[in-house]
């Protein structure tokens, strides 16, 4: 550690010094001359400018961000010496100044750095002696309201030396800005002793304090910015291998060592060679990103948003290749270099820390005591290293015997065993791969590891996991350039590991009960982690993922001479990991056929209990708030219904089993309903009522709330009734709705909903025997995608929804004259699809349509659909982000199927027009509703 630091002064490298250090010299000499009466913004703002768009125009013709950040740096500069060389001239002139008198500018943080992106702040510290004089005071307000005037955002604090040095060691952050300073304009020796007292009274023996407050709000920086440098929207400076993380790299090089450069790192063994050359590799990448944003923007954008990737991609040259768009290329380049600064960024803090907490020489742990061994290998304060720095040099398949032995121990590796690690990458060939001892080492990590997801992360972290499987390491960084997946899928892949590891260890009990009880059910526990590992590793190829996905898992477990009853159940996992999802959200339940089909694909109760649970961490691996209890429930009950109809082997004996006890149910909770229950004859009657899709369709708790609402209507002598309950475990509200059935029912109420903010997820339509529509819709706020629970606007949706079915609203004209908001959506574009399905089910044609999502898509759609006179049964409405996924069960006016040619192909054109994405709110056919 050092007592005194060596601080960077402003660069004078060539490379950088192009056109703007002319522009900046002209700026300084301009504003210098200026006579006691002028007026320095009309100077500056012009000269200024040029210079700043001279910059920019450099950049953008084949320029590089670190020539933008120095240049702008070094008109700064020029404006400020310029400014205060006026002013002290001839503004507020003194002929002998005293030491009181002295002042020094000093840049701090980026800009003492001499790194100062096109819209970031100036930081700015006016140091001076014991007390500011007046004059000192003046001229730090000339300064300030001149850059103020000039539209800069300045930082700024006027302290003394003495005061400056105890802010600094009173707050991490001013000591932080501290470390990284140069002397503008004024007073040297005023600057000089605080740079000379900040090493000794600022800096030695707070060292280790400094890097754990430094790692705390690094940590907490992550979580504001997104918590994951594989998020697809990062945020370059803040986020998790972002810029900041490079500069942490450094204000612990200059902390404990006083590194002036990075290149100075080497001599204290923090940084080797390879990683000096990632951290440059890195440092001009995301300052080229930086730039780009800022320019593209016009502000300090750090985000970059889906709108802003295409744009940047082509910018900094990156093209279509191998299946991937350039933006796609370009993310996926952004996240290889964040996961490498993550990496060194863990090296050197863990280095020093190490380091750092090392005891007094001669303690027990001198003499051996507190230490294990393992063949090599030596494990001591929860940390692992090999005992040989160059091991994986010789021996690169040690490197997985290294986490085998961390993971059965609960240990991390070391700050040197990552280093050596990154090192020996390389040496990971085709033979090192084959080695059947390696082989046997990666197999046991991912199907036997204690914490298997935990390993396999801290693996692909360093680079290992793409090394050793390189089928892997082609998704690392692949993004998906769509609004549903908001990680990487490698940081997919392995958050779905992670998922399963906690549902084994009971950490979900209460919140997933089923697949907690099943996960201690399946025999075949190697085959789902191999599954998970494998499911979403065709993704960037041509060609169905799961299809191709599926070769590439028998590719790799062929390979590893797994045993072939293991590789077809993982091979069937991989390419039907989508089929539980897509059978629950997307098809009917209580049609027979549903179940039949998917029961005919899985065939066996231990396949579904295996994609049962691939099924659920796939779900909530995929980001926040896409799990919800609606999901849950809509497996629960695909996963009994399938049980069932294998264990009985007749699926429509076990669907008529379910509707006669469902029926049971209902009549046991209406004898004793309050406040008198009711009578057998009635209770015949109400059930005679409803067909056998009702009975499957509904929870027992929603046959009793419809048997209510129908009864209260009737006993009322009103026409409809409308019920809405808020259902927060399933993150959606209940709109059950009793009416008159009448051709547009559908329509209506989608229109209603439209026009106050919710959002469809789905829709049972069910019609009595005496002609009444007993409708149930699971609905959303449009915006956040979560249940509608304000009383005010569940007062706002009845009234709105009662007003569409008596026709007192003209649907089509009302929403038409409503303009859609700006959404993040409209970046994308998504192709309309119809496909028309005769065979999913027994009775009813089945049409999937996919689109881009917008509100009052369903309206449109539906309003199609009534103008061809079809009745719509069922809906099922799943949103990925900006695609909608509508499925709907529909029959003609006769109660058939849709199989006329003509018929068909007219209900295809019109879908297809209702999904246009240019199509307005409202342009549905149709005049008034009802």
């Known amino acids: 550690m050092s007592s005194s630091l060596s601080l960077p002064h402003l660069p004078t490298s060539p490379a ?18 200026l006579a006691f009466d002028a007026r320095p913004l009309e100077v500056a703002r012009p000269r200024l400018r040029a210079a700043e768009a001279g910059i920019q125009r450099v950049f953008e013709s084949d320029g590089t961000a670190t020539e933008v950040v120095f240049n702008r740096a070094r008109t700064i500069d020029a404006l400020l010496g310029g400014l205060l060389d006026w002013a002290d001239r001839t503004r507020y002139p003194l002929p002998n100044p005293t030491q009181a008198e002295g002042l020094a500018v000093v840049a701090v943080g980026g800009y003492g750095r001499a790194e100062l992106a096109p819209h970031s702040d100036v930081d700015l510290l006016f140091l001076h002696g014991y007390k500011p004089s007046a004059r000192i005071e003046q001229l730090v307000e000339t300064v300030l309201y001149t850059l103020w005037d000039l ?156 709108d802003l990737q295409t744009e940047v991609a082509q910018r900094m040259g990156f093209k279509a290749r191998h299946r991937l ?112 001892t390696a082989i046997a080492h990666l197999v046991h990590l991912i199907t036997a590891a204690q914490r298997p997801g935990q390993t396999l992360a801290a ?58 009880e099943v996960m201690q059910q399946i025999v075949s526990k190697p085959d789902l982690y191999l599954a998970a590992l494998f499911h979403d590793i065709g993704k960037g190829r041509r060609g169905n993922h799961a299809t191709v996905g599926e070769q590439i898992a028998y590719k790799v477990m062929t390979r590893w001479k797994l045993p072939a009853p293991q590789i077809e159940t993982v091979m069937w996992l991989v390419r039907h990991h989508l089929l539980m999802s897509q059978t629950a959200f997307s098809r009917d339940l209580e049609d027979a056929k549903t179940i039949q089909d998917f029961v005919q694909l899985v065939q066996s109760p231990e396949r579904l209990r295996l994609l049962l649970l691939l099924t659920v961490a796939d779900i909530r691996g995929v980001g926040p708030h896409v799990w919800n209890g609606w999901k849950a429930q809509l497996l629960r009950s695909l996963f009994r219904a399938a049980e069932s109809a294998m264990l009985a082997g007749d699926v429509d004996a076990a669907r008529r089993a379910a509707a006669e006890d469902a029926k049971g149910r209902l009549a046991t909770a209406l004898r004793t309903a309050p406040p008198m229950g009711w009578a057998q004859t009635e209770i015949d009657a109400y059930l005679a009522r409803h067909d056998a899709r009702y009975w499957l369709g509904f929870e027992p708790s929603q046959h009793v709330a419809h048997a209510k609402l129908i009864a209260e209507v009737e006993a009322a002598g009103d026409v409809s009734g409308l019920n809405l309950t808020v259902d927060l475990f399933r993150d959606r509200t209940e709109l059950t709705l009793y009416a008159p059935d009448h051709p547009g029912l559908f329509m209506e109420v989608a229109g209603a909903l439209a026009l106050a903010g919710a959002s469809i997820v789905d829709a049972h339509i069910f019609t009595t025997q005496d002609s009444m529509a ?29 007003d569409a079915i008596a026709g007192r609203i003209h649907l089509a004209k009302v929403l038409a004259g409503r303009r859609p908001k700006p959404s993040r959506k409209d970046v994308f574009q998504v192709t309309p699809r119809v496909l028309i399905d005769n065979g999913a089910s027994r009775t009813h044609t089945v049409v999937e349509l996919n689109g881009r999502d917008r509100p009052g898509l369903l309206f449109d759609v539906t309003s199609a659909l009534k103008d061809l006179g079809l009745v719509v049964s069922s809906a099922h409405i799943t949103t990925f982000g900006e695609r909608a996924v509508d499925v709907i069960y529909l029959k003609d006016v006769f109660g ?10 007219k209900l295809r054109a019109a879908l297809l027009q209702a999904l246009e994405p240019e199509a307005r709110i409202g342009h549905g056919p149709g005049t008034k509703a009802g």
Not at 151 to 159: D, E, F, M, P
Not at 265 to 270: M, P
Not at 280 to 293: G, K, N, P
Not at 475 to 495: A, C, F, K, P, S
Request: net charge neutral.
């Open 459 to 516: 693996m692909n972290d360093v680079g290992a996991l793409g090394r050793f499987v390189p089928e892997f390491g082609r998704i690392v960084g692949q993004m998906q350039h769509n609004l549903y997946h908001i990680y990487t899928v490698d940081e997919h892949t392995l958050r779905v590991v992670g998922q399963l590891d906690a549902i084994a260890d009971g950490q979900y009990a209460e919140e997933l009960p089923l697949a907690t």
């Open 325 to 436: 768009e350039s933006v796609e290329r370009f993310m996926k380049r952004f996240h290889i270099v964040a996961k490498d600064v993550g990496i060194l960024t863990s090296i050197v803090a863990g280095t020093l820390d190490e380091r750092s907490r090392k005891r007094a020489r001669f303690n027990l742990k001198s003499f051996g005591f507190g230490r294990q061994r393992f063949a090599g290998f030596t494990v001591e304060d929860g940390k692992i290293a090999p005992d040989e720095p160059e091991r994986f040099q010789r021996r690169p398949a040690d490197m997985l015997e290294l986490f085998v032995i961390a993971d059965r121990n609960g240990v991390k590796p070391r700050a040197s065993a990552l280093a050596a690690i990154r090192r020996s990458l390389k040496r990971v060939t085709p033979e090192v791969r084959d080695d059947a």
């Open 774 to 802: 007993l409708d149930s819709f699971g609905i959303q706020d449009a915006d956040r995608q979560g249940a509608v629970d304000d009383p005010r606007r569940l007062a706002k949706i009845k009234e709105t929804v009662a």
């Open 896 to 905: 058939m199927k849709v199989t006329s040619p003509g018929k068909l192909q």
């Open 151 to 306: 539209g800069l955002k300045v930082g700024h604090a006027v302290r003394s030396v003495d005061d400056a040095l105890r802010a600094a060691r009173n707050d991490t952050t001013i000591m932080t800005a501290a470390l990284e300073t140069r002397l503008i304009w004024g007073n040297a020796p005023i600057y000089d002793g605080f740079v000379r007292r900040l090493g000794p009274e600022v800096v030695q023996g707070r060292e280790l304090a400094f890097l754990d407050e430094k790692l705390a709000e690094r940590g907490q920086r992550h979580s504001k910015a997104g918590d994951s440098r594989h998020l697809l929207e990062p945020n370059v400076k803040e986020g998790e291998g972002g810029l900041r993380d490079l500069q942490l790299i450094m204000w612990l090089g200059r902390c404990f060592h006083g590194a002036a450069t990075v290149e100075e790192l080497l001599t204290h063994d923090l940084l080797d060679r390879s990683g000096l050359r990632s951290y440059r590799i890195a440092e001009r990448f995301l300052w080229a990103v930086r730039c780009h944003l800022h320019y593209l923007t016009g502000r300090d954008e750090e985000r970059l948003a889906f």
């Open 16 to 33: 950088v010094a192009g056109a703007s250090e002319h522009d900046a010299l002209g700026l300084r000499e301009a504003l210098s001359a």
